[in-house]
């Protein structure tokens, strides 16, 4: 993709979705809201390379390797899924390009690293979103949780968080089973979740892959409690699911009601552009996944006219500078929170970042 113009852009950004495979609901915004990405910073005309890699992590290297050593792009956004993510960092890191991961896994960024300086992520940290269900999960009395998690990165560091924050609220994991995001049937996994009788399930998925265990558990009888991660914050999980996931509760972005966040919130405004934006272009409201690349515009934005300082766009010099302004960011308020970035945090969300919402009468709604 190369919007008009681009013949004379000098900056150039490489941008990995999955646009289409199983985590469509998750890429296919991203992937919209390219169009929506500055296209002129100080001065500096920006040109997006766009690639699908189909929600295939294989496809996702290869992609990233052409827009590096093909397109000598200066920075790097997607790809969309956690997986697809972790198996590009070390391309980026070696090729000096500072990336801009939307996915939800906190792996991309944690623990830092020498290749994981390079990345910055544009989603809320897993234990950010953690944090406010077992608060929630205390408040309301429950005693056991069992987790039911996708086997990958996302689900895995879902499992490490919640075994962490569990056991100091004192509440009982009971059971944690894992299932593949291409999987038709979990029955097995529900089955055993439903022996034993948990107060309470967390489902820690991205995209359509978190409708399937809740509906199954629903199917099967069971009457506790229903959580969801950020993953799950799309209005296609409220068509999928239907009254089986009325009452649902999740911590995500305030994106999914912003109607009823007050004029005062440092996001409204900022989101509420986008969404406006969005809908004009594509005649549809984006999922707040497509956000999170939003917000990567932002804050490139932000970080260019420091980077141009010290070295010209297309060089490593620049790259470097690059990374280091982003590195920089303080209180940029976006679509997703409000982003503080340090050395050891390349999130930088704090609980701006965050809501406490559920599922009322077949819509998102802020929990009050």
């Known amino acids: 993709m190369c919007f008009a113009g681009?013949?004379?852009?000098?900056?150039?950004?490489?941008?990995?979705?999955?646009?289409?495979?199983?985590?469509?609901?998750?890429?296919?915004?991203?992937?919209?809201?390219?169009?929506?990405?500055?296209?002129?910073?100080?001065?500096?005309?920006?040109?997006?390379?766009?690639?699908?890699?189909?929600?295939?992590?294989?496809?996702?290297?290869?992609?990233?390797?052409?827009?590096?050593?093909?397109?000598?792009?200066?920075?790097?956004?997607?790809?969309?899924?956690?997986?697809?993510?972790?198996?590009?960092?070390?391309?980026?890191?070696?090729?000096?390009?500072?990336?801009?991961?939307?996915?939800?896994?906190?792996?991309?960024?944690?623990?830092?690293?020498?290749?994981?300086?390079?990345?910055?992520?544009?989603?809320?940290?897993?234990?950010?979103?953690?944090?406010?269900?077992?608060?929630?999960?205390?408040?309301?009395?429950?005693?056991?949780?069992?987790?039911?998690?996708?086997?990958?990165?996302?689900?895995?560091?879902?499992?490490?968080?919640?075994?962490?924050?569990?056991?100091?609220?004192?509440?009982?994991?009971?059971?944690?089973?894992?299932?593949?995001?291409?999987?038709?049937?979990?029955?097995?996994?529900a089955l055993k979740t439903l022996a034993a009788r948990p107060d309470a399930v967390l489902i820690a998925a991205p995209g359509s892959s978190a409708v399937l265990p809740q509906t199954t558990l629903f199917d099967q009888g069971y009457k506790g409690k229903f959580y969801q991660t950020h993953g799950a914050a799309l209005d296609d999980f409220l068509k999928l699911g239907g009254k089986k996931v009325e009452g649902t509760m999740l911590a995500a972005s305030g994106m999914l009601v912003l109607s009823e966040m007050p004029a005062t919130n440092p996001i409204k405004a900022i989101a509420t552009k986008y969404v406006a934006d969005y809908e004009r272009l594509y005649g549809s409201k984006p999922a707040t996944f497509g956000a999170n690349v939003y917000d990567a515009g932002l804050l490139l934005q932000a970080a260019i006219p420091a980077a141009l300082k010290r070295g010209k766009p297309g060089t490593p010099e620049f790259r470097s500078a690059l990374r280091d302004a982003i590195e920089q960011t303080k209180e940029l308020a976006a679509t997703q929170g409000v982003y503080n970035m340090t050395a050891a945090d390349h999130s930088g969300f704090d609980k701006r970042g965050r809501e406490l919402i559920t599922v009322k009468n077949g819509q998102w709604a802020a929990f009050k």
């Open 6 to 189: 681009c013949a004379l852009a000098q900056i150039k950004v490489g941008v990995v979705s999955s646009a289409s495979g199983p985590i469509a609901l998750v890429g296919i915004p991203q992937k919209n809201t390219v169009a929506l990405l500055p296209k002129e910073v100080a001065g500096q005309k920006i040109e997006y390379f766009s690639l699908d890699d189909a929600s295939d992590p294989t496809a996702s290297v290869s992609a990233v390797k052409k827009l590096i050593n093909e397109d000598k792009v200066d920075a790097l956004i997607g790809p969309s899924g956690s997986p697809n993510a972790m198996g590009v960092i070390q391309f980026a890191a070696e090729a000096g390009v500072p990336m801009f991961a939307p996915v939800g896994t906190s792996a991309v960024v944690l623990p830092m690293t020498e290749q994981k300086k390079w990345v910055f992520k544009t989603t809320q940290n897993d234990d950010l979103i953690a944090h406010a269900l077992v608060d929630h999960m205390k408040a309301s009395g429950i005693k056991s949780v069992s987790l039911i998690g996708t086997a990958d990165p996302y689900g895995e560091n879902w499992i490490k968080v919640m075994t962490e924050l569990l056991g100091a609220a004192n509440i009982k994991l009971a059971t944690v089973e894992t299932f593949q995001r291409r999987d038709t049937s979990v029955t097995a996994q």
